[in-house]
């Protein structure tokens, strides 16, 4: 039975986490000047970084412009060190065209792309660093990237995943466990809103406890929410203090 | 209103800077961005190292394979380098394949782990004729601001020091091979090469470590390889000439940034070891 080694009787994860209890964030915005915004974070040890750029004139064929609503082009890239087998294409292969497809459609519902008809939004991806949780970190970086570039949009995203094991529902698992074969629910939510945006499930879960799940996922992105909006909040107020001492002084 | 004029006529008001010895981020001609090195950042990689140089951000990250070496070198390990400039580092580029620049750069890494020998192909042999070691290395440039090139040598030879493969046996009888992670042997990197990047201004002014905007206005480039007091290899891709004097210059310039960056790495690698 996958769940045996991965939670133990006292109740701890396989890296000595509480059920409930989400990976270490650390993030960054602003940390490129050539993107028009740019993020960096790290989920427990995925690291992964975020650079949007635009809105600015359709590249490539005209054609692909859409006549009422932005065009939101998305780029999701592993690096060939981030996993711990080499990757031999850092993009272009199913799984991270899937990926690149899924955070499109994310992004495509919150930007308020109604205001920039006719051209272009690039948001990029590259995980550094791949232990679990990619797309979940992948959307929140994006997210953090959009903020620092002024994107307007309608919340936050955010996403974390969930499972379920042994009667416990766990959040925000790591690689070791997202491959252990049990079911997995990734949800990308708008926090303020109470709204899902994205959601996944795959492997088998019964109905009964999906709900259970879901909610406690619900719960994490919330708590993810609060750590990064402190943080951009903080970084806002002591942004508007400098500017105040600039022009007042 | 600089703005402008900067925008309508950028050669102009760059010489305006140089005029008075000065460039226009405040830097004096023969002088480096602040360089910022990180060894170690990713656990996944075998081998890994970051740099800002200024701006320009580029990602290293060594990762090992095994194969089969070449029937008539079966000692010989393989270094199989790549430079990656992507659309996420500069509006510049686009998505698709390695454009020309990504692809010149991959070349020039590959020749200097080639001439300057600082990995022994030899050191990869794990058993002659049968099994060696393969070290992708795989750089990636997170932010382009002009300099690839050099942010690219410190960050490839940063990330080889910091390699360490596992010890590895393979079985005389039955071919299988096992590998141990819990012993890991570091590297033998035998010297410490730095490149030093340079471009001509107006066919004669030499302008050291050029930022995104000053390349755009080049009329030509050099690039000096030093090895503390060796000369490892120059690169002047056509452009502007140069006399013999600016050639010495540049080679004194990077002697000297050879030794900066030489004692920036020991630095921090004592300072992770620690």
């Known amino acids: ?249 | 209103m600089a703005e402008q004029f900067k925008m309508a006529q950028p050669k102009e008001y760059f010489k305006k800077f140089l005029e008075n010895d000065i460039r226009p981020d405040n830097r004096e001609l023969g002088e480096f961005r602040p360089t910022v090195l990180n060894i170690g950042c990713v656990s996944t990689a075998e081998g890994s190292a970051l740099v800002k140089l200024g701006n320009t951000t580029v990602m290293c990250g060594v990762k090992a394979e095994v194969a089969q070496p070449d029937a008539d070198k079966p000692k010989d390990g393989f270094l199989v380098p790549n430079v990656e400039l992507s659309a996420l580092c500069s509006p510049s580029f686009r998505p698709g394949p390695p454009g020309e620049q990504a692809q010149v750069l991959s070349q020039n890494m590959a020749d200097l782990l080639q001439t300057s020998k600082c990995i022994n192909l030899e050191d990869l042999c794990i058993c002659p004729g049968k099994l060696v070691w393969v070290l992708h290395i795989d750089l990636v440039c997170l932010d382009y601001d002009g300099n690839v090139m050099d942010a690219c040598t410190l960050a490839l030879i940063s990330a080889l020091k910091n390699t360490s493969l596992p010890a590895v046996t393979v079985d005389e009888d039955t071919g299988d091979i096992k590998t141990d992670p819990t012993s890991l042997s570091n590297l033998p990197v035998s010297c410490c090469p730095v490149s030093t990047s340079f471009i001509i201004f107006d066919h004669n002014v030499l302008l050291v470590d050029p930022t995104n905007e000053e390349e755009r206005l080049a009329t030509g480039a050099v690039t000096v390889v030093v090895e503390g007091e060796n000369l490892v290899s120059i690169y002047k891709p056509g452009g502007s000439a140069l006399t013999d004097d600016q050639i010495e210059t540049c080679i004194d310039r990077a002697v000297e940034r050879s030794r900066e960056a030489s004692k920036l790495i020991k630095e921090t690698l004592y300072s992770i070891d620690r």
């Open chain 1, 1 to 249: 039975m996958a769940g045996m080694e991965l939670l133990s009787d006292q109740g701890f994860r396989i890296d000595g986490r509480k059920p409930h209890e989400l990976r270490r964030i650390r993030f960054k915005k602003g940390v490129f000047r050539q993107a028009d915004g740019s993020a960096y974070l790290e989920q427990g040890n995925t690291k992964v970084l975020a650079a949007v750029y635009g809105p600015h004139e359709i590249r490539g064929s005209r054609g692909k412009a859409l006549h009422d609503k932005l065009l939101i082009n998305c780029q999701y890239s592993m690096a060939t060190f981030s996993t711990q087998d080499r990757k031999r294409r850092p993009r272009g292969d199913r799984k991270a065209q899937e990926m690149t497809s899924h955070l499109k459609q994310t992004f495509d519902a919150v930007v308020m792309t109604e205001l920039f008809p006719k051209v272009q939004l690039d948001i990029f991806v590259e995980v550094l660093q791949s232990d679990g949780g990619n797309y979940c970190a992948s959307v929140n970086a994006a997210t953090l990237a959009l903020v620092d570039a002024g994107i307007p949009m309608k919340d936050y995203v955010i996403a974390c995943s969930g499972s379920h094991m042994r009667d416990t529902p766990i959040v925000d698992m790591n690689h070791l466990e997202e491959s252990s074969g049990g079911a997995e629910v990734i949800m990308a939510i708008l926090p303020r809103c109470d709204q899902i945006v994205f959601l996944e499930m795959n492997s088998r879960l019964h109905e009964d406890h999906l709900s259970g799940v879901m909610d406690h996922v619900m719960v994490g992105c919330k708590d993810i929410f609060n750590v990064l909006n402190q943080q951009v909040q903080d970084e806002l107020c002591q942004k508007t203090e400098l500017d105040k001492i600039v022009t007042t002084g």
